[in-house]
C-alpha cells in the first residue's frame, strides 16, 4: 500500500503563495506529498499549469494535482473562507463571479494603495506594485509584502496590524458573497465545499457548531478544515 501526505490547502503565485503553480508540482514531490489542492483566493487561474507541470514529468512521484479554490465569503461582518475541492475550472457560473470578484478586489486594491499613499505618506504606487507581482491576483498580502520589500514596514504583520488590517485606518472592504453561496458556487462546479480554518474565525465553540449546522441543513457543507498548516 503506497503511503505518503497530501495537502488539500494550498495557494501559489496566482494569489498570495511564494511558489508558482509549476513550483509547487516539484516542492511537493521533494516533500514527498502524494496530491495536493490547488486553492488559490478566488482564483483558478494556476490550475492548468499545475496539472500540465505535473502530467510532463511523467513520474510515478508526481502528485495529483487536485483543482480547488478558496473563495471569499461573509457572514455578519465576519470574513469566512470556503474551501472548494475537485471542482471543474471550465464552469460557466464560477468563473463568471471569479471574473467579478477580479474586478471589485482591483478597484479595492488601488483604493488602499491611494490611501497609503496620500494618508499615510508611504512610498507605493498601483503601477509598481502591479510590475512587481505581474502574474498575480493581487491581494492584501501582496500590498503588505510590497512594502517591507521596499523597507517601509518591518514586516508584514506590522503592516496588517498597522495599515491595512481589518478596521485599521487604510483597510478598504469590498463585496462578498455569503458562506451558502459559496457552497453553492462550488456544488455547481462538481465541488466538495469545505469550511476552511475554523479556529481562525475566534467563534465559541456555541456559534461555530450553530454556523455549522446551519450551513450542513441549508447547503449540504461537504467538511470542515481541521488541520490548517
Known amino acids: 500500500m503506497e503511503t505518503g501526505f497530501i495537502d488539500l490547502h494550498v495557494h501559489s503565485t ?3 503563495g511564494t511558489f508558482t503553480p509549476s513550483e509547487l508540482v516539484h516542492e511537493a514531490m521533494q516533500h514527498s506529498i502524494r496530491a495536493f489542492a490547488l486553492t488559490d483566493h478566488d482564483c483558478i487561474d494556476g490550475i492548468k499549469e499545475a496539472k500540465e507541470e505535473a502530467l510532463r514529468l511523467n513520474s510515478p ?3 495529483e494535482v487536485i483543482a480547488g479554490i478558496e473563495l471569499s465569503c461573509e457572514l455578519n461582518g465576519r470574513e469566512i473562507h470556503m474551501v472548494g475541492l475537485y471542482i471543474n475550472p471550465e464552469d460557466k457560473a464560477l468563473s463568471d463571479k471569479l471574473n467579478a470578484f477580479r474586478a ?4 479595492r ?3 488602499m494603495v491611494e490611501k497609503l499613499q496620500k494618508e499615510a505618506h508611504l512610498a507605493i504606487d498601483y503601477d509598481s506594485l502591479i510590475k512587481e507581482f505581474p502574474d498575480a491576483v493581487i491581494t492584501r498580502a501582496h500590498i503588505a509584502r510590497y ?3 521596499h523597507g517601509l514596514a518591518k514586516d508584514m504583520n506590522a503592516v496588517f496590524s498597522k495599515y491595512i488590517g481589518d478596521d485599521c485606518p487604510h483597510y ?22 469545505i469550511l476552511a480554518h475554523p479556529v481562525l474565525y475566534h ?15 441549508e447547503s449540504h457543507l461537504d467538511g470542515i478544515e481541521a488541520i490548517y498548516s
Open 203 to 217: 467563534m465559541n465553540a456555541g456559534r461555530l457548531d450553530a454556523l455549522v449546522q446551519t450551513l450542513v441543513e
Open 172 to 193: 478598504v472592504d469590498r463585496p462578498k458573497i455569503t458562506p451558502q453561496e459559496g457552497i453553492s458556487l462550488i456544488h455547481h462546479a462538481g465541488g466538495l465545499a
Open 104 to 107: 471589485s478586489r482591483t478597484d
Open 147 to 149: 512594502l517591507v520589500n
Open 61 to 63: 512521484s508526481a502528485p
Open 109 to 111: 486594491n488601488r483604493l
Open 14 to 16: 496566482c494569489s498570495d
